[in-house]
């Protein structure tokens, strides 16, 4: 049985590695003429998007990603934004983490293996999502926070074990990016603050003199820089893109209000633009182009105007909040201030969208 179960093992290690040599004629993006991003959000935590059920057989799981894949195809998309690691777990065979619940017990073949396949047979480009930081119950260095688990960035190991993740995936399975949301620090809760004092203190006496949130953003600054660096180490074509709150800071530009990202969940996602630790930046602007607080016109044109590496932005769209109407003004919005394509949120919803609706 113990060697039944090594090969089984083994080979859950090598199909990645044999399917990658089957797909050997696709070419990441950066490895071609650079073409607009036209991408989907395929949310695993929760059962968003897929699979549909914790409970369906592995010929279900994957008729459904099928699907959601032959809709992008229909739709003019080239781009699968697919989350592999929700919650400090993995839909794919691991030996750092924990097999992810929301796919049920480990099926019979590799979910990740047969996404990159699939997309690359339907000339797709395959990203893998991943949520550094939040977690589950008896994940390491966490804490209680809201109605999520949250592991601590200011955690070396926290760090450390998040990279390490990324960077396996990145050897074994052919992607064609890496790529994070907007989960940093959580957002906050009303009443109470992030449960780190225990880490800051530890900071502290080791001799730091940053300020609480001045230490905290530049925990992730750090993540962000060697996440960067470590992907390119090993695989220079992978791209490194993250999808930051759509705002920086309120009143940039003036007119602009809602959260403050940059010190609330302590993301400086323009400094992470302007020092060159992304390939494309994906801003969630899930607002209406007529919402004067927060303009989508305004904010794509400040996004933009900041790009001054020219690494590209992608505006991120909500499919689950505005009609298609509004979803293809957006578009022409972006092409228009000088984007480099967008990514829509959330796969649930594409079989609602015209097929017409990403065309050039």
């Known amino acids: 049985m113990l060697k039944c179960r090594g090969r089984l093992y083994l080979l859950s290690f090598c199909l990645p590695v044999i399917l990658s040599f089957a797909c050997a004629s696709y070419q990441p993006r950066r490895a071609r003429e650079k073409r607009e991003m036209r991408g989907v959000w395929v949310a695993t935590v929760n059962n968003l998007d897929w699979p549909s059920r914790r409970d369906l057989s592995a010929a279900e799981q994957q008729r459904e990603l099928v699907a959601i894949f032959d809709a992008a195809v229909a739709h003019r998309l080239n781009a ?6 929700p919650m400090a777990d993995a839909i794919y ?61 200011g955690d070396a190991e926290v760090q450390r074990r998040s990279l390490d993740v990324i960077a396996d995936v990145v050897r074994r399975y052919d992607v064609d990016g890496v790529h994070l949301d907007d989960y940093f620090y959580p957002y906050p809760e009303k009443d109470f603050d992030f449960p780190d004092a225990l880490t800051y203190d530890r900071y502290k006496a080791g001799g730091g003199r940053l300020s609480l949130g001045d230490w905290r953003r530049d925990n992730i600054n750090q993540f962000v820089r060697e996440l960067h660096r470590s992907v390119k180490a090993i695989r220079p074509s992978v791209e490194v893109g993250i999808s930051p709150f759509g705002i920086w800071r309120p009143h940039n530009p003036p007119q602009i209000e ?60 909500s499919i689950n909040r505005h009609p298609p109407e509004e979803i293809a003004r957006q578009i022409a919005v972006m092409r228009r201030e000088g984007g480099v394509g967008f990514i829509l949120f959330s796969a649930r919803k594409l079989y609602t969208l015209p097929v017409e609706l990403a065309a050039e």
């Not at 030996?95 to 000339?123: C, I, M, N, T």
């Open 80 to 85: 699968i934004f697919l989350q592999v690691r």
């Open 93 to 153: 065979p691991s030996q750092l983490e924990p097999w992810s619940q929301f796919l049920g017990d480990p099926p019979s073949y590799d979910p990740l293996a047969f996404a990159v396949a699939e997309a690359h047979k339907r000339g797709l480009e395959l990203h893998a999502w991943f949520n550094p930081y939040r977690g589950h119950a008896l994940a390491a260095n966490a804490y209680q926070y809201g109605k999520f688990v949250w592991m601590d960035p």
């Open 258 to 317: 809602g959260l403050d990202a940059y010190d609330k969940i302590y993301a400086d996602s323009k400094k992470w633009l302007e020092s060159g630790w992304v390939d494309y930046l994906a801003p969630q602007l899930y607002w209406p182009i007529d919402k004067k607080e927060q303009s989508f016109p305004v904010l794509m044109r400040w996004w933009v105007e900041h790009d001054r590496r020219a690494a590209g932005i992608v505006a991120g769209m």
